[in-house]
Structure formats: structure tokens, C-alpha cells
């Protein structure tokens, strides 16, 4: 067996086995398994009314979708026929190391360990930003698989985790008596939200996706949303969720179509692309 045949197989059961192992710590840490879910764990530090960054209870719906994405894309990447194509060797490890993370995370939630859970998920923030980084690099159009299961999981796992980030950070000060993430104005929040608005920019313009962009959006409205309705009410944190949200998806917007006009122009002559596709049914 060549030694390139080797490091697919490795890396794909790698791949296989950590994203297994963050859907069982995800059962734990919802509380199905029996004990505290996440929300309750920590004395409360993740709850939806614990800070002005709480996003509300629903927006956790997203993570039913991250995890289906993972497995299904574990389980594609396993299909003989995908061992040795260059994308997954781009990003195998990346998606890897970021559900072995996710993992860790939870643990140490579960552990009442907020400090730690924090440097865990800058951690994986930086390990998502490489690896959709890298999986932005391709020579050509995607297929539908490529474009679900590798731009758009790593994108919305990206895009959540980096408002998720800013939330740790303020589950973790507020832990330790810092009363300014607990209550009105929230101007630390506030200050944390913009930079983790300016790394959704940063990620709607380098890759030209939407996934990460909504996901983000999906998180700021849900913080808006509890700082309105719920305590601690925090109206000036919950206006810069708003204009963040709109601010992320107007630059995917524009990216998005920088980006496809791009790829049209470069396509060889005589391949038609999505939108000539849909002309020539029309007609």
C-alpha cells in the first residue's frame, strides 16, 4: 500500500471517530444522557438570561444542524471513491480537530471549568478559520456535495462559533463577579460583539459563502431577541446585534455575487454554469 493511500485511510477513520465521539459528548451535554445539560451546568453561566450575549434558547436549534452535517459528511468522506480527493485533504484534519474540540468544550462546561471552556473555543475558532479558509481554495466550481457538506457545514460551524465565542466570554466574566456582562448598558458585550462581527466580515469576504454569514446572523438576532424580551435587557446590546446581523449578510451578499461572476467569466468556453443552466430550461 503506497504511503499516500495510508494517510487518506488514517485520516478518514480520524475523521469517523472524532466527530462520533462530539455527537455522544452533544447527548451529555444536552442532558439526554442523564445529568446538567450545558445550560444548566456551571451554575447557570450559559443560561439564556445569564448575560447581555445569552442568545435565546432557540437559536441552539443550529447545532441539530452542524451535527447532522458533520456525520454526514464523515460518513461521505469514508466512500472509497472520495479516499484521495484533494478537498478532503485540505480540510479532513481541520473538521477533525474542531469536533475533537467541541468535545473538549463540553466537558469542561460540564466540569464548571468557564475558563477553560473559554481558551477551548478561541481555539476552535482559530482551528474553523483555517480549515473554511482552506476549503475556500478550490480551481473550480464545486458539486453539490462539496458545496453542502464541506462549504456549507465548516460555514455554519464557523459562523456560529464565532458568536458563541463572544457568549463564553461573557458566561465566563460575569462567572467571576464582573457585573458589567449582566447588566445595561453591557458595554463590554457591546464591544465584544463588534470584534466578533469584524471576523464574520472577515470570513463573508474571504470566502464569498453565505453559511457563515447566516449563521452568525441566526445568532446576533437571537441575542437581540433575548435582550429585548428577557433580563437582563440590554437595548444598546441588542441594536448592534441588529445592525451587525444586517451588516454580515449585506457583505455575503455582495461577495456571493463578486464570486460567481468571477467563476463564470473563468469557466472554458462552452461550459455552461447554474445560472445558463436554469436559462436554457426556461426557454
Known sequence: MLQAEKSDRVRRIVVALTVAGSVIAALFGSGLLGGAGVADAAGGAFAADATVLAPSGIAFAIWTVIYAGLVLYALWQLAPGQAA????RAVGYGVAASAL????????????????SFVIILILLGVLLMTFVRACRRPRRGTVAEIVLIDGVIGLYLGWVTVAAAANLAAWLAAVGVAAWTQAPGVPGTVSLIGAGGIAVFTAWRGGRWAPGLATAWGLVWIASGRWADDPSAPVVATTAILLAALVICVSAVRFRIRTRAERSQA????????????????
Open 85 to 88: 480527493k484533494p478537498r478532503h
Open 101 to 116: 474540540l467541541n468535545a473538549v468544550w463540553i466537558m469542561c462546561v460540564l466540569a464548571w471549568r468557564i475558563a477553560e
Open 268 to 283: 472554458p468556453a462552452g461550459v455552461p454554469g447554474p445560472a445558463d443552466t436554469v436559462v436554457s430550461r426556461r426557454s
